[in-house]
């Protein structure tokens, strides 16, 4: 199969992304599965796999027991995602936490922090 146009890929990548997000919180039991949001997806030129960008509420124990929790979980999402995606071949998932929340989060309370601290000394 031939490369693939970067519009399909997109509308596709933005389709995994809307399916992932339903499965995730329609069809996996798993109680570990929460707070759980899917910020982006890419998917290969070849579409062979996706990689699916999340991003997970709570500290780095909790982080890790998502992302635990979603590998246990990746045969089952793919299988439901092939059932509501008609593809050939339904791309191999790789999850991904995406920390650019996090830090956005943290550059603007750093921001905050100096903008504070700045107008503290001028009277």
Do not use: Y
């Amino acid at each position: 199969m031939g490369v693939v146009n970067k519009r399909r890929l997109d509308r596709l990548a933005e389709e995994i992304k809307r399916e992932i997000s339903a499965i995730l919180t329609e069809e996996v039991k798993d109680p570990r599965i929460s707070m759980v949001s899917v910020t982006r997806v890419e998917v290969s030129n070849d579409l062979g796999s996706a990689r699916v960008m999340l991003s997970v509420l709570g500290d780095e124990k909790k982080q890790a027991e998502v992302m635990q929790a979603l590998e246990k979980a990746r045969g089952f999402i793919r299988t439901e995602l092939s059932n509501r995606i008609r593809l050939r071949q339904t791309p191999e998932i790789n999850f991904r936490l995406d920390r650019s929340i996090e830090h956005s989060i943290r550059i603007s309370s750093i921001i905050n922090e100096l903008n504070s601290d700045r107008s503290g000394g001028i009277e």
